[in-house]
């Protein structure tokens, strides 16, 4: 294996990723909250050995199938924060799993209490109650918590608590409140699941943008995701810093067509997500005021205003607009500490089932 | 392995997909054009194979690594319709690939022409020189093709004549025009490049909503992608119709929340691509007015106005916005043909170098 891949690759900062790993952890130590981060984002058993090094209880994972790797390689408190439909086979790999870890799935519904309740009840498997703190996605109204929650226990299923995902964060306009919105969220949403007679040990919300303002006083954890490598979404909602960013595309200049940069990167490696809030496809971090205009898939067009273009063949790094993305289109992360250069493995992409 | 996999997966509808890929080669045949199609939308070796039965001449990659894998199982001619930098490395990749098959490469500047011929020059590696059609992507101006082949030509590349990617057909605005715009800069570019007295072979083409207004009178050669499938950016533009599109994604209802319909598929199998003329993220064949209003990693909230919701647990489909992008995002593709059930690898994912 040469000592770089040819380009585009996605190339990690380990220093970086490393301060970014023990900045969260500190901020949860210091206010005693739980830090179970959400691996999808970089479904790598090294990053996710790192957190729980550095004080994680457990980790996220959206599927079950991410479930199934991170146990295989010794992961044994892992919370699928996913309204997962419990039939037959779902509930068949759900208690393979339990053999090996401790596993919470997630409900959204009385419906889908019952549900799970009936395959999964009176086993180790615990629930929490979605809650919709403001995105409108998934999870149940705080004052409906109680009733799903009750049906949950009723059906035998070891309902935990609360979580909820303040993904309205992504919007510039709500980052500054999102974290007020899951705070209201879930101290009703508790209120109402304790009077439903279902104790409540486990309050989780969180997210990166939200991260640093989160309500400690009522969230007993914390599941952030993205805030280990960063991304262009972070960088312009003024979440991290852009010389916090941990992971870059590493691309070549392989085109000055029309006066512009073209960058052997694209869609097939950058993803294609681009947030109604977003200046481009991406940023360049030598070239903050470059903006990608165009985004093929293995093309990415850059307008690069009064400054000379890069030659033909040269590098350019880009930051994805959303890594989780990025991270899932390729099979190694190219992890770069003093000088050396190793491959991480992206062990469950494309589990989404 | 199950008779079905897990929710989300890609699921091929065979007989659909033999019907497109009989349809382009019959039309081709009929205006002797040649059919070289683009594989990196399926990146398959079995459909890759139907085509080659049904008349296609050669295939079109996007990237060395594809070229590669394809050429490993016995495609002999191949071309990279992409301004590939070439360096020792790719240049000691591209000459090993000449072994196996005939492989053209594409250039677009006089300084990549030079470049490609002091390492490719007089082996059995061909060059095309790409021309801007109207896209500004890549690609030079018509007037500029000219003096691009001669350079190549000087250097000892094997240049047999020109393309072009009538890429901004995806706009709806310009889909009626962009057959035309292809048709008058591929003339224009023909007459530079005969000017400076190399001889034009190739003009070579097409994309899959241009397809069928193509210039067949200068065209030599097309290369469609998307047709084999077809996907919701091809149905909104009104370029191919639903009922012939032969890929979706096979998603299960996970929840109801907010009186809204929520899927387990999302941008890790979809692709977030959303043109500015989508109407959201991905189509439902069986709920026309349905639309995708939020993609998220692993759901798709649904829109079902006047409509009962398809219960939880119960299995929906979504076409998505573009296919190249959601088969990149798979290992494979389960292709259905009167009640019987395969999967097929996708053997080139990933692979963008």
Redesign the interface.
């Known amino acids: 294996m ?1 000592a770089t ?5 996605l190339l990690v900062d380990l220093a970086r990723l490393r301060r970014n790993v023990r900045a969260a952890a500190e901020r949860c130590a210091a206010t005693r909250v739980a830090l179970r981060p959400h691996v ?1 984002t970089h479904k790598s058993v090294e990053i996710a050995r790192l957190q729980l090094a550095t004080g994680a209880v457990g980790i996220t994972v ?3 199938g991410e479930a199934e790797v991170f146990a295989r390689h010794g992961f044994d408190d892992i919370f699928i924060g ?4 419990v ?1 037959e ?2 509930a068949a790999r759900l208690l393979d799993l339990a053999d090996r870890a401790q596993v919470t799935i997630a409900v ?2 009385a ?2 209490a019952a ?1 799970a309740g009936r395959h999964l009840g009176h086993t180790s498997i615990r629930g929490l109650v979605e809650v ?1 703190s403001g995105q ?5 109204t705080p004052a409906e918590a109680g009733r799903v929650a009750a049906t949950g226990v009723r059906a035998g299923l070891d309902i935990r608590g609360i979580f909820t995902f303040p ?1 309205h964060a992504y919007d510039p306009e709500r980052v500054a409140t999102a974290a007020d919105d899951e705070s209201t969220a879930l101290r009703a949403a508790r209120d109402a699941v304790e009077a439903a007679g279902v104790e409540v040990h486990v309050v989780s919300g969180g997210s990166t943008p939200t991260f640093a303002h989160s309500d400690t006083e009522v969230l007993t954890e914390l599941r952030p995701g993205v805030y280990v490598f960063g991304d262009a979404q972070q960088w312009e909602l003024g979440a991290m810093r852009p010389q916090d960013v941990a992971l870059v595309c590493r691309s ?7 006066g512009r940069l ?1 960058l ?6 950058l ?4 947030a109604g809030f977003a200046s481009g496809f991406g940023r360049l971090p030598d070239y903050p005021d470059a903006r990608i205009v ?1 985004l ?4 990415a ?1 850059v307008d690069l205003p009064d400054t000379p273009l890069p030659p ?2 040269s590098k350019v790094d880009v930051v994805p607009n ?1 890594v ?2 990025a991270v ?4 190694q992360l190219w992890v770069e500490e003093a000088g050396t250069m190793r491959a991480w493995s992206v062990v469950s992409r ?1 589990l ?2």
Chains 1, 2 share one sequence.
Do not use: F, I, Q
């Not at 070549?252 to 029309?258: E, I, K, Q």
């Not at 899932?328 to 099979?331: C, F, P, T, Y």
């Open positions: 040469p891949p040819p380009t585009p690759y999808k959206a599927t079950v996913y309204p997962v439909w039939d086979r779902s959204d519904s419906a889908a549900n919709d409108r996605r998934t999870g149940v993904g070549t200049v392989v085109s000055h067509a029309g073209v052997d990167t694209g869609s097939k490696v993803g294609a997500d681009r165009l093929a898939e293995n093309r067009v033909l063949g959303h989780c993305s899932n289109l390729v099979d494309g989404n089932s």
